[in-house]
């Protein structure tokens, strides 16, 4: 299973672009990244999923370098709703493994006024 | 249409007893996951169905922990004999093979279990 890791924590101000990048080194060739969004008292909610380059969404994009072995989410704009938890996932979804998807601790975002 | 809906939101109960936790995954959507939340801490895997059938229970922290499900459909969690590291929040989670984004995960509220 790819193992990923992300900063516990971010700090930002409502307007300004958030990155959160996640590190994946041993990603597989058929392994997929998806992140999803958690409020307090909240189930997850997924934003967006990719397997290499760009994706982009209404509320996200996501950005995958030529090696796999990170991707960064970016949040443009941030408001004060977007403080939640932001979990990177990597899992191979054709072949069973969405099942061993793991959420780690995620990064927590603080957006201030 | 209906999301994932789980009861009881809250429960309650005292070390020992039994527990059981509903899920009703979005109509259609033939894998089913469980979790488990501690405060503060990620989402901690506990098993999967596909169907009716849970090909992967590894998650289960013990043999105190058990699921089923039927119809395709609704399924229950239960926890025999509690004991107070078992307080956390329950999340369910259903997805289907379809869509945009294969096997996206639709979440539930949550049970937010507490043993005293």
């Known amino acids: 299973l790819a193992k990923t890791t992300q900063p516990i924590s971010m700090d930002s101000y409502e307007g300004q672009e958030v990155n959160i990048t996640c590190s994946h080194n041993n990603i597989a060739t058929n392994d997929y990244i998806t992140w999803y969004q958690q409020f307090p008292s909240q189930g997850p909610r997924f934003i967006i999923q990719g397997y290499k380059t760009k994706v982009t969404n209404e509320v996200a994009s996501l950005f995958i370098p030529a090696d796999r072995k990170s991707s960064t989410l970016s949040l443009p704009r941030v408001s004060l709703s977007d403080t939640a938890v932001y979990y990177c996932?990597?899992?191979?979804?054709?072949?069973?493994?969405?099942?061993?998807?793991?959420f780690g601790a995620g990064t927590r975002l603080a957006v201030h006024p | 249409g209906a999301g994932v809906s789980q009861s009881p939101s809250n429960k309650v109960t005292e070390k020992g007893k039994d527990v059981e936790l509903r899920c009703d995954p979005i109509s259609g959507h033939t894998a089913l996951y469980w979790y488990r939340q501690r405060l503060g801490q990620g989402l901690e895997f506990l098993i999967y169905f596909q169907g009716n059938s849970a090909p992967d229970k590894s998650g289960l922290p013990s043999d105190r922990f058990s699921a089923e499900r039927t119809g395709e459909s609704v399924s229950t969690l239960t926890i025999q004999r509690t004991q107070q590291e078992d307080s956390a929040v329950y999340l369910c989670a259903s997805s289907f093979e379809g869509g945009p984004h294969p096997y996206e995960q639709y979440f539930g509220p949550g049970t937010r279990l507490t043993v005293t």
């Open positions: 996932l990597v899992g191979d979804l054709f072949s069973g493994g969405y099942n061993k998807l793991i």
